[in-house]
């Protein structure tokens, strides 16, 4: 992490992002925010609201209903020297948009040989818990993992939501930078005014313990600190790290930690099959097996679509759920 401030606010993670892409937007004239309603209605979330007023329609564009062809036109002005963000409304609508990120954006430094790269950030609102219509709500993160050539970042706190979407827009290569919903408006922290950066690919020690690690990220770093905080009145310590970046993932931080605890709970709220939780568990066997006392528990959402609101805590990890399976790594 570095940073050049020391006068501080209080922002939400969405007034964070907001802060974020104004800070750049002033530092880099290449800097350009698209996409559906990001212009004159300031985002479906409002995370670009007044960013048209102050730099003006050639900076900030609204964009025809078409997620292919809003990343497809980012690509083509990160190659021409632009630093382009592009917003997916959610991220269940960038379907459209997989072809152009998975043939093209990863693979243009690869099939110039490094001749050229693509500096595109695409930010994508992400999750369950708000309430909102089917496929609004997908947590389809391992899709973009499985990617070589996108970073897959996700802040869960104001801080890190400003200083990692910072430095994602200055990361040579395209970076899939989602965004809680439920995290939005959740809570607000103190986040300096300035520019800082938070480094990707580097994950975060919120809790330090000695019995289980619980790894999460998102709006499930909450859920992991709430369970933590109910294991200390019994005196067991969890120890809670934040991944913050999903791909490249911090197998140091993670080695360590479980290396110390000998103990894994994982919580992430997309699907069980496929999901980074499982890369989570093989990065452990292939580095810390054998410091390993208990196999590794995950709490995830189920293999199904995320439901309909009526369903839908019904769907999402809790507390409980997280509590059940950290006192079966205890106690087995």
């Known amino acids: 992490m570095s940073t050049t401030m020391t006068n501080v606010q209080k922002l939400s993670l969405v007034q964070a992002v907001t802060d974020g892409l104004r800070t750049m937007m002033k530092e880099r004239k290449e800097v350009i925010v ?3 309603d990001v212009g004159k209605n300031g985002g479906v979330f409002r995370a670009t609201e007044g960013l ?57 430094r690869m099939r110039t040989l490094g001749k050229y790269s693509v500096p595109m950030v695409i930010r994508a609102p992400y999750g369950a818990g708000i309430r909102a219509p089917e496929i609004h709500s997908d947590s389809v993160e391992a899709l973009f993992t499985h990617m070589p050539g996108i970073k897959v970042v996700c802040p869960s706190n104001p801080y890190d939501a400003k200083g990692l979407l910072i430095a994602s827009i200055e990361d040579p290569d395209p970076v899939l930078f989602m965004e809680s919903m439920r995290c939005y408006r959740s809570t607000k922290a103190e986040v300096p005014t300035g520019k800082y950066t938070v480094e990707i690919g580097k994950a975060n020690v919120l809790t330090e313990g000695e019995d289980v690690t619980i790894f999460a990220w998102g709006a499930m770093v909450v859920i992991a600190e709430k369970a933590a905080a109910e294991f200390k009145k019994k005196n067991i310590s969890c120890e809670v790290v934040d991944l913050r970046t999903l791909y490249p993932l911090d197998k140091e931080t993670i080695s360590a ?17 496929g999901g980074v939780g499982s890369d989570l568990i093989g990065l452990i066997n292939d580095t810390s097996f054998l410091y390993l006392k208990a196999p590794i528990e995950r709490v995830t959402g189920y293999d199904v679509p995320v439901p309909f609101s009526a369903l839908e805590d019904h769907y999402v990890p809790t507390v409980q759920r997280l509590v059940k399976a950290i006192d079966k790594v205890i106690h087995f």
């Open 257 to 273: 930690s479980i290396q110390k605890t000998g103990r894994a709970v994982i919580i992430h709220e997309a699907h069980a099959t």
């Open 34 to 36: 698209m996409g559906e």
């Open 52 to 108: 048209m007023e102050e730099f003006g329609e050639d900076r900030v564009i609204d964009t025809p209903l078409s997620e292919a062809g809003i990343v497809g036109t980012g690509i083509g002005l990160a190659l021409n020297g632009f630093l382009p963000v592009v917003e997916m409304q959610f991220l269940g609508f960038i379907y459209p948009a997989f072809e152009q990120i998975m043939t093209h954006a990863t693979r243009i």
